[in-house]
């Protein structure tokens, strides 16, 4: 019968990796490299529905381009209309 014993160290180290595969999760998550998203990674990234997306694009609120028949938002503009957008609750 084989008997270890965890330290301290053992387990901030794992914390330490946990976290580290956290971050690396969430920022591959958030934007994987990608300027231009359709608009299902949008609606994804948002957490709304397509027909959500399609609302907020015919009210202006969302700047998009259309290539063909698809739909593309920049990354970056996508980012800026939230950060316009946030409330500060007291």
Do not use: C, W
């Not at 994804?44 to 698809?70: C, D, H, Y």
């Amino acid at each position: 019968m084989d008997i270890n014993i965890v330290t301290q160290s053992d387990i901030l180290q794992m914390k330490n990796e946990i976290i580290s595969h956290l971050t690396d999760a969430l920022s591959k998550a958030s934007n994987p490299g990608k300027r231009y998203m359709k608009s299902s990674e949008v609606a994804e990234m948002l957490g709304i529905s397509a027909s959500s997306l399609q609302n907020l694009r015919i009210a202006g609120v969302i700047p998009f381009s259309k290539l063909g028949g698809t739909l593309f938002y920049d990354y970056e503009e996508i980012q800026s209309v939230i950060e316009k957008n946030k409330k500060n609750i007291a």
